[in-house]
C-alpha cells in the first residue's frame, strides 16, 4: 500500500511540475512541437512494421534462391531505412527543441519565485530543509525536462509499438498444442503470452534489485552540490584562508565531503552492477528465445525462414516495449530523485514566504517621509527576545546614529526596517523601498564590468564623465580606466575601495533614507569624513542612518538611537556638541 501511495504521490508530483508549462504562455507552440514529435514517433513506429514485414519477405527469397526479388527486396529497404532514419532525425531534434523552451521557461519560473520577496535570502538564512538551491535551478530543471520527454514520449512509444506488433505475433505464433494428463491444451498466439511472462518477469526482477537507487540517487545529488560548494566558498574567501593558512583544515573539510560522495556513489555503482548483469542477461536471452520457442513451427514446416525471422523480430518489439521500465528503470530512478528535489524545493521556498512574511509586524507606507515604529519587539529565530516595545520616530533631515554593544540588535533593527526580518511584532511606517537605501559594512558587487557595479542595481544610469567626478571625490578616481574591465570585484578591490565604491552608488541615486551599516569601518577618518560631507553637500535630501562604534561620526548626526542590550530598549537622545 505504501509503495501505491509513494507512486501516486510521484504522479501527482509530475503533473503538478509539467503543467505550469502547458497551461503557460508558451502552450500554443508547446502543444504544435508535441503534436509533431508525436507524429514522427508514430511514423517510427510504423515503419518499424514496414520493416518487419520486410524481413519475412527478403528471407524467404533467400531460403527459395529467388535472386530477381532478393535484390529488388535489397533496394525495397534502402528506402524504407532512408524514411526511418528522416523521421527519427526530426523527432529527435524537435524533441530537443520543445526541451530548451521548456527549461528555459521553467529555469526562469524558478529564478523569478527564488528572487521574489527576497526568497533567496529567507531561505539561506531561515530555511534548513532546501540546500543548494543553484543546483536545483540549474541541473534539477535540465533533468526534469529532458526525463519527463524522454519517459512521456519513450511511453508512447512503446505503447503504439505494442498494439502494432502483438496483433502481428499474435497472427505468426499461431497455436500451442500439447497435452497434459490426457488433456489436449490449446493456447492460441502462444508467443505474445510467452513474451508478456518474459517481460513481467524481466520487469519484477528488476524493480527489486534497483529499487534503492532513486534513494541511493537522491542523496548522491546532495553531496556532489555540497562538495562543490565546499570549494567553492574556500574560492570566494581564498585571501582569508591564506593569512590563516587554514589549507590543512580546508583540506580536510574537501576529502571528509569527497569520501562520502565517493561511499554512496559505491553504493550506486554496486546496484549498477546487480542491474547491469540483470539487463545484459535478459537482453542476451532475449535475441535467442523468439527462436528457440518459434523453432518447432519451423521444423514442421509450418513456417518459412523468412516467417521464422519476421516471428524473431516481431517478439523482439513486443517484448522491448513491454520491457521499457526494466531498460530505463536507472534513468527512472534518476528522474524520481529529481522530482522530490525540485517539489521540496518548491514547497520550502513557499513554506519560506509564509513563514517568513512579518505577519505580526503592520508594515505600511507612511504618508508623510517619516518613520514610525510603534510598540515594536524584535526577536530571534529561536525566540529570544532583542527589543521589546520599543517606540521611535525617524524625521527625514535628521540624521540618526545607531550605537549599541555588540550583540544588542543594531544590525537586526536594520534588516526589520528593509522588511527582511521575520521575527518582529508591532506597527512600522516606512516610506516606499524606491525611496530607500541600505549600505552593508560589506557592498555587494556584482559580476560584470566596474560601471555595473557603480550603478548597482541599475535603475539609474550616469554618463563615463559623471561616474568620473563622482569617483574622483570619493577616492577611487584611479579605477576610471578600469570602467569597462569585468572582473570579479569583490576579489579585485579591498574592503574599503568596495566601500568607497558603495559611496558612489550613494551619490548616484541620492535616496530619501540611507541607512550605513559601518559602512565607513574599513576607511581612514580622513576619507569617512570626506565621503560624509560629500553625502550631506551634494545630498541635502538625504536622511542619513548610520550605525557604526566610531566618535568620530557623531558629528554628521544629530541623534542618537541607543540601543540598551539589558533592558531590550532603545533610547533617543540628541547629540550635544562641544
Not at 533617543?572 to 562641544?578: G, L, M
Request: hydrophobic share 45%; charged share 20%; aromatic share 14%.
Amino acid at each position: 500500500m505504501k509503495k501505491m501511495d509513494d507512486s501516486v504521490r510521484f504522479l501527482k508530483n509530475v503533473w503538478a511540475l509539467t503543467r505550469s508549462y502547458w497551461q503557460s504562455e508558451e502552450k500554443k507552440k508547446a502543444y504544435l512541437l508535441l503534436f509533431a514529435i508525436v507524429a514522427l514517433t508514430l511514423g517510427v513506429v510504423f515503419m518499424l512494421v514496414q520493416l518487419n514485414q520486410w524481413y519475412n519477405i527478403f528471407y524467404s527469397a533467400l531460403q527459395n534462391y529467388e535472386k530477381d526479388k532478393i535484390f529488388a527486396e535489397l533496394f525495397h529497404f534502402s528506402w524504407l531505412a532512408f524514411i526511418y532514419i528522416i523521421l527519427a532525425v526530426y523527432a529527435f531534434y524537435l524533441q530537443q527543441i520543445l526541451i530548451i523552451n521548456w527549461r528555459r521557461w521553467l529555469t526562469n519560473q524558478y529564478i523569478d519565485e527564488w528572487l521574489e520577496h527576497k526568497t533567496y535570502y529567507r531561505l539561506q538564512m531561515f530555511g534548513t530543509a532546501t540546500d543548494n538551491p543553484d543546483q536545483r535551478i540549474s541541473e534539477d530543471v535540465r533533468m526534469f525536462v529532458e526525463y519527463t520527454l524522454r519517459f512521456g514520449i519513450g511511453i508512447l512509444k512503446a505503447f503504439t509499438t505494442f498494439a502494432s506488433f502483438v496483433v502481428i505475433l499474435y497472427n505468426l505464433s499461431g497455436p500451442l498444442q500439447f497435452k497434459v494428463a490426457g488433456m489436449d491444451i490449446h493456447i492460441p498466439g502462444y508467443l505474445v503470452w510467452t513474451a508478456l511472462l518474459y517481460s513481467i518477469a524481466g520487469t519484477w526482477l528488476t524493480y527489486k534489485v534497483g529499487n534503492k537507487l532513486v534513494g541511493l540517487n537522491f542523496v548522491q545529488q546532495k553531496y556532489e552540490a555540497d562538495f562543490r560548494f565546499a570549494m567553492m566558498r574556500m574560492r570566494e574567501n581564498a585571501e582569508s584562508v591564506a593569512f590563516y593558512s587554514g589549507e590543512g583544515h580546508e583540506g580536510s573539510v574537501f576529502k571528509k565531503r569527497f569520501s562520502l560522495l565517493l561511499e554512496n556513489f559505491w553504493n550506486i555503482i554496486k546496484k549498477q552492477k546487480q542491474l547491469t548483469w540483470l539487463n545484459s542477461w535478459y537482453s542476451q536471452i532475449a535475441i535467442i528465445f523468439p527462436l528457440v520457442v518459434a523453432m518447432p513451427r519451423y521444423l514442421a514446416k509450418e513456417i518459412t525462414l523468412g516467417g521464422l525471422m519476421q516471428i524473431s523480430s516481431a517478439f523482439g518489439r513486443v517484448q522491448e516495449s513491454l520491457s521499457y521500465f526494466v531498460d530505463m528503470y536507472s534513468s527512472i530512478a534518476e528522474w524520481q530523485a529529481v522530482v522530490e528535489r525540485l517539489t521540496g524545493f518548491g514547497l520550502h521556498m513557499r513554506q519560506v514566504k509564509q513563514e517568513s512574511a512579518q505577519k505580526d509586524l503592520q508594515r505600511r507606507e507612511s504618508v508623510g517621509a517619516d518613520i514610525i515604529a510603534r510598540e515594536m519587539d524584535v526577536d530571534l529565530p529561536d525566540g529570544s527576545s532583542i527589543l521589546h516595545q520599543v517606540s521611535f520616530t525617524l524625521q527625514p533631515g535628521t540624521n540618526v546614529l545607531i550605537k549599541g554593544l555588540s550583540g544588542s540588535g543594531k544590525s537586526t533593527l536594520l534588516r526589520v526596517l528593509a522588511g527582511i526580518w521575520p521575527y518582529a511584532k508591532g506597527t512600522l511606517e516606512i516610506p516606499s523601498d524606491d525611496r530607500i537605501m541600505f549600505i552593508p559594512q560589506r557592498p555587494y558587487l556584482p559580476l560584470g564590468t566596474l560601471k555595473e557595479s557603480l550603478l548597482y542595481p541599475g535603475t539609474e544610469s550616469r554618463t563615463d564623465e559623471e561616474l568620473k567626478q563622482l569617483m574622483e571625490v570619493c577616492c577611487i578616481g584611479y579605477l576610471y580606466d578600469k570602467l569597462y574591465m569585468e572582473a570579479d570585484w569583490s576579489h579585485v578591490l579591498s574592503i574599503g575601495e568596495q566601500q568607497r565604491l558603495a559611496f558612489v552608488r550613494a551619490l548616484i541615486y541620492k535616496p530619501l533614507w540611507l541607512f550605513l551599516d559601518e559602512a565607513s569601518s574599513a576607511l581612514d577618518e580622513e576619507t569617512e569624513a570626506k565621503v560624509y560631507t560629500l553625502l550631506m553637500t551634494d545630498a541635502p535630501e538625504t536622511t542619513l542612518v548610520s550605525v557604526g562604534h566610531r566618535s568620530t561620526l557623531s558629528k554628521y548626526h544629530q541623534k542618537v538611537l541607543y540601543l540598551d542590550k539589558e533592558q531590550k530598549t532603545i533610547a533617543v537622545d540628541k547629540i550635544i556638541r562641544s
